[in-house]
T-cell receptor, first 114, second 115 residues
Framework: EPEVTQTPSHQVTQMGQEVILRCVPI?????FYWYRQILGQKVEFLVS????????KSEIFDDQFSVERPDGSNFTLKIRSTKLEDSAMYFC????????????FGPGTRLTVT | DAKTTQPPSMDCAEGRAANLPCNHS???????VYWYRQIHSQGPQYIIH???NNETNEMASLIITEDRKSSTLILPHATLRDTAVYYC????????????????FGAGTRLAVHP
């Protein structure tokens, strides 16, 4: 069964450093999403992406965040200058054009900012 | 998207049916009820969704009341692997919202299945 994959599974970085989280969505999916979950809190929407542009973003997704689909398979989330409060699990999700509209989530990347 | 209310936690014995309730009294006509679950910090997993008719798939059944103000997710024979946080999410169907629409997660119900 096709699945969303994410790398790395765990990333440790120092405050102020740039990080890039990588996702490979399911191959025929056209809508892509990033969510995050701070430890012990709710899963929060960050951004949705379709047709090579951002379709919606939350208040969390400020100028320090960016997304990109650099080729036909990868979908990345970049945080330019990490802060301690960026420590969280980051989940990528994708869905197909039609069907049940369900979103398929990856296993997540745990980002720890020290 | 309409707000949902779920109990914070529930217990269930292994092999028994787990019935997880969700209230969504402000749901509107073009909003669907979706259920996802999250097993121990893994990515959320889609379970089932419905509009007004009861639905069943290989994972679960979804019972929606006639007035659509509440629903129940039923896991007919719960196993230890069903221990997870279950999220009830009400959202406008993508075909009416431009297709992108995000999932808004609440706190969910933490289901503990015990031997």
């Amino acid at each position: 069964e096709p699945e969303v994959t994410q790398t790395p599974s765990h990333q440790v970085t120092q405050m102020g450093q740039e990080v890039i989280l990588r996702c490979v969505p399911i191959s025929n999916h056209l809508y892509f999403y990033w969510y995050r979950q701070i430890l012990g809190q709710k899963v929060e929407f960050l951004v949705s992406f379709y047709n090579n542009e951002i379709s919606e973003k939350s208040e969390i997704f400020d100028d320090q965040f960016s997304v990109e689909r650099p080729d036909g398979s990868n979908f990345t989330l970049k945080i330019r200058s990490t802060k301690l409060e960026d420590s969280a699990m980051y989940f990528c999700a994708s869905r197909e054009m039609k069907g049940t509209y369900e979103q398929y989530f990856g296993p997540g990347t745990r980002l720890t900012v020290t | 998207d309409a707000k949902t209310t779920q109990p914070p936690s529930m217990d269930c014995a292994e092999g028994r049916a787990a019935n997880l309730p969700c209230n969504h009294s402000t749901i509107s006509g073009n909003e669907y009820v979706y259920w996802y679950r999250q097993i121990h910090s893994q990515g959320p997993q889609y379970i089932i969704h419905g509009l007004k008719n009861n639905e069943t798939n290989e994972m679960a059944s979804l019972i929606i009341t006639e007035d659509r103000k509440s629903s129940t997710l039923i896991l007919p024979h719960a196993t230890l692997r069903d221990t997870a946080v279950y999220y009830c999410i009400v959202r406008v169907a993508p075909q009416f919202s431009g297709g992108y629409n995000k999932l808004i997660f609440g706190a969910g119900t933490r289901l503990a299945v015990h031997p």
